[in-house]
């Protein structure tokens, strides 16, 4: 098991950037890939960006392609979330998750792949 905490979440303006960071303790954090997901008010959880254990290997929904940057340190046992070019839309909690071992996919982008969670770290972009 792997216990998560977030942070730098905080209120933004569209356009902006932030940082979000994810250290983990427990279980090996090296051993497995690391996700980002995000609930905004009144919507399902989803995908936002996923790296492998090794952080050769990343995934992103199309909705952050080209925006966010996924990163590991595993000497730190830390996982990144670079937001540049914020929008309205980038409104939730962002939670940082660790995927369930084995595991077979090596970039896992469904929730259900994941079985450690953090906590959540709330960003807010305003207009």
């Known amino acids: 098991q792997v216990q998560l905490v977030e942070s730098g979440g905080g209120l933004v303006q569209a356009g902006d950037s932030l940082r979000l960071f994810c250290v983990g303790s427990?279980?090996?954090?090296?051993?497995?890939?690391m996700g980002w997901f995000r609930q905004a008010p009144g919507k399902e959880r989803e995908f936002v960006a996923a790296?492998?254990?090794?952080?050769?290997?990343?995934a992103y929904a199309d909705s952050v392609k080209g925006r966010f940057t996924i990163s590991r340190d595993n000497a730190k046992n830390t996982v990144s979330l670079q937001m540049n070019s914020l929008k309205l839309e980038d409104t939730a909690v962002y939670y940082c998750?660790?995927?369930?071992?084995?595991?077979?996919?090596?970039?896992?982008?469904?929730?259900?792949?994941?079985?450690?969670w953090g906590q959540g770290t709330q960003v807010t972009v305003s207009s």
């Open positions: 998750a660790a995927a369930r071992l084995p595991q077979r996919v090596v970039v896992p982008t469904q929730d259900y792949h994941y079985g450690d």
């Open positions: 427990g279980r090996t954090f090296s051993n497995g890939a």
């Open positions: 790296i492998s254990w090794t952080g050769s290997s990343t």
